[in-house]
């Protein structure tokens, strides 16, 4: 059961190298779930009963469900569909010495760095093409080993054991061929995305890590792969939103881009977006304003995004009272400046849905003397008001191009979506 979750979540994430395909893969479940797609430059048609999705884009995505006799409230999951890579910036060659062909990139969101190296990588994103008189944006994935970041020999740096600060422009630009390569990068593109290089008016390029998850250990207790943090979240909340009832509240699976560069974009938690469609929504069912705003006052949004585990290695990292580990249970966070939404309210209501379900939870608070991360749950509800918790599934290693998690946690954070959409 944990092994085919696990399993399905690990295809996920091979067929999710940016946030572009994660959420072309979400919406291409929704419509074969027979939910309809809508497009936020036309006017909705919506009817009680109905199963809805949007995106914006091309890079988030809210799907919602309306119940037979209306709406009394929202019940919300909200996750993030980007992880830290590195973008490929426009013209990207670079020829060292006529022998070496590399690309400029700069990084997206924050990393270590050193995991990035000496790995076949590659390049995924979206391109726009000029099709006709339209433009029209195309999905691209170059699948084979085309690039690697190779590091230096210990003998031209013994010292790089005892720490190494890399330097972005410097050290941490790709190579993707000889002399010869010279000039055809976009060649590339274009070929795997099936055009002309002419054609290609505007690109967002990233690179990935090629290397597939699995599932490992002596009891293989613990899944690795890119970007669990957080697209395990974001396939947790889906599994839980297309096997709950979603009977009495309207339910919503909202996934925002750009969480790890602070959110403040048109397609990120800190935008309109899920407000827009909220208002949408109840404007579509004839709602007054008054009624949106009561229906937002009945409200609960599980803001779901991956938490610290204890590490082995660096057991004093985390909080000596909120120890959370791999498979042990989903984790609440806290945080006293607000950087987490919950508090004692939102809290108390995620504790009894999980033991309603069976699922056991642990916490996370920082350590008083580090400043940790901050994530998309107090930030979506400056947008809009509701009482919200932060979560997440336990994990190593976040924000590497390999990433460490437990082999049962996306199970249960499935049962608890489930429970909160049912
Ligand atoms: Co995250």
Not at 199 to 223: C, M, P, S
């Amino acid at each position: 059961m944990y092994r085919t979750v696990s399993k399905n979540l690990l295809e996920f994430l091979d067929a999710s190298p940016t946030c572009f395909h994660a959420v072309k893969n979400m919406a291409d479940t929704l419509l074969a779930n027979g939910f309809t797609q809508l497009s936020e430059k036309e006017p909705w048609k919506i009817t009680t009963g109905g199963s809805y999705f949007v995106t914006r884009n091309d890079s988030a995505i809210i799907a919602f469900t309306i119940p037979e006799d209306g709406i009394k409230g929202f019940r919300i999951m909200a996750s993030h569909s980007d992880s830290p890579t590195f973008k490929i910036k426009e013209h990207p060659e670079i020829t060292v010495e006529e022998h070496y062909t590399q690309l400029n990139v700069e990084g997206y969101g924050g990393m270590p760095f050193g995991p990035w190296l000496d790995r076949p990588l590659s390049v995924a994103g979206r391109i726009v093409i000029k099709e006709g008189d339209a433009l029209v944006t195309k999905l691209v994935q170059v699948d084979r080993d085309l690039v690697l970041i190779p590091n230096l020999a210990i003998h031209m740096n013994r010292e790089i054991n005892k720490g190494y600060q890399y330097n972005l422009q410097k050290d941490l630009l790709p190579l993707y061929g000889d002399g010869a390569a010279k000039g055809t990068f976009m060649q590339t593109i274009a070929a795997a995305a099936g055009v002309e290089v002419p054609q290609i008016l505007g690109h967002d390029l990233f690179l990935y890590n090629r290397q597939k998850g699995t599932i490992w250990g002596v009891n293989e207790a613990f899944i690795s792969s890119g970007r669990l943090d957080d697209l395990q979240c974001a396939f947790a909340s889906l599994q839980g939103f297309l096997q709950g009832e979603k009977k009495a509240y309207a339910a919503v699976h909202c996934v925002f881009d750009n969480e790890e560069v602070g959110s403040e974009t048109k397609q990120g938690a800190a935008s309109t977006f899920l407000k827009d469609t909220l208002m949408r929504i109840c404007a579509c069912l004839s709602m007054r304003r008054e009624a949106y705003l009561v229906a937002i006052a009945n409200s609960f949004m599980v803001s779901a995004d991956n938490a610290h585990a204890v590490h082995p290695n660096h057991t004093g990292k985390t909080d000596p009272t909120n120890r959370p580990y791999l498979n042990e249970g989903i984790v609440i966070k806290y945080n006293g400046d607000q950087k987490y939404c919950t508090d004692a309210v939102s809290s108390a209501m995620f504790k009894a849905l999980c033991s309603a379900c069976g699922v056991s939870l642990q916490t996370f608070v920082n350590r008083s003397d580090m400043t940790g991360g901050s994530t998309l749950g107090n930030i979506s509800t400056t947008q809009v008001a509701l009482n919200a918790v932060d979560i997440g599934l336990p994990q190593l290693a976040m924000h590497s191009p390999y990433e460490t998690a437990g082999i049962k946690d996306t199970y249960d954070l499935i049962k608890v979506a489930a429970a909160l959409f049912a």
